[in-house]
Nanobody
């Protein structure tokens, strides 16, 4: 069993930055793909960034060039550095993990089997 816990959300002004963290615990060696999703008010949950076991990454067009994934394997932690934040980045951000990495281009979908509780990001203009 794998668990993931997100942190780092908060309120920031447009143009600002935040770094989200996702700490994995449990059977972390079974993780092959990890992703960040977000869901804004009244919107569907969308994948925005993912990384596979080999370090390959993919980003949604809406965040490409502004958001960057990194990880610290020793700490079992995945980071999402978010720069030049905009009001439309306001959402609940979720970290998720998958035991298979065949779905990197679709943000580890449909192999995701572990989700965190989410961390809220609010960007004010």
């Amino acid at each position: 069993q794998v668990q993931v816990v997100e942190s780092g959300g908060g309120s920031v002004q447009s143009g600002g930055s935040l770094r989200l963290s996702c700490v994995a615990s449990g059977a972390t060696l079974s993780i092959s793909c990890m992703a960040w999703f977000r869901q804004g008010a009244g919107k569907e949950r969308e994948g925005i960034a993912a990384i596979d076991r080999d370090g390959y990454t993919t980003y949604a067009d809406s965040v490409k060039g502004r958001f960057t994934l990194s990880r610290d394997n020793a700490k079992n932690t995945l980071y999402l550095q978010m720069n030049r934040l905009r009001s439309d980045d306001t959402a609940i951000y979720y970290c998720a993990a998958a035991p298979l990495d065949y779905g990197l281009s679709t943000f580890c979908h449909p192999y995701l089997d572990t989700w965190g509780q989410g961390t809220a990001v609010n960007v004010s203009s």
